[in-house]
């Protein structure tokens, strides 16, 4: 019973290596194919300013409210116009709002008391 129990684990450790190799990139048939690149990666400097056609949109909070036991925060979107140094000439909303839900931790519950 014994040899039967070690003839199995041997016969089942060896098909697991055999399909580890067949899968690995080294093998027989694998071996037209590359997995590795030819030339390293390069990094390249790309500027990052938003395109000049394109309005500027910035979010400010217009009020914060206690709502039961949350804090609820309404921000309105607004759209940034500058000038050619980069300063602020005139804001319009552009009408969309969204609000901001979360847990009042500062408050005193019943177990606290």
């Known amino acids: 019973m ?7 684990a ?4 060896s098909s697991l290596v055999l399909v580890a190799y067949l899968d690995s990139p ?9 997995y590795t690149a030819g030339q390293p990666a390069t990094v390249e400097a790309v500027n990052t300013e938003p395109p000049a056609d394109l309005p500027e949109l910035m979010e400010k ?5 206690k709502v039961g036991d949350y804090i609820v925060e309404t921000y309105e979107e ?7 140094d980069g300063k602020i ?8 709002t969204e609000t901001l839900r979360y847990w009042n931790y500062n408050q005193k519950t019943k177990k606290d008391q």
Do not use: F
């Open 26 to 34: 080294y093998s027989i048939l694998n071996k037209n194919y590359s």
């Open 89 to 96: 000439i005139d804001h319009e909303p552009t009408g969309k």
């Open 2 to 8: 014994k040899r039967r129990t070690y003839i199995s």
């Open 78 to 84: 607004y759209e940034i116009l500058r000038d050619k």
């Open 61 to 65: 909070k217009v009020k914060s409210e």
């Open 10 to 13: 041997v016969l089942l450790l």
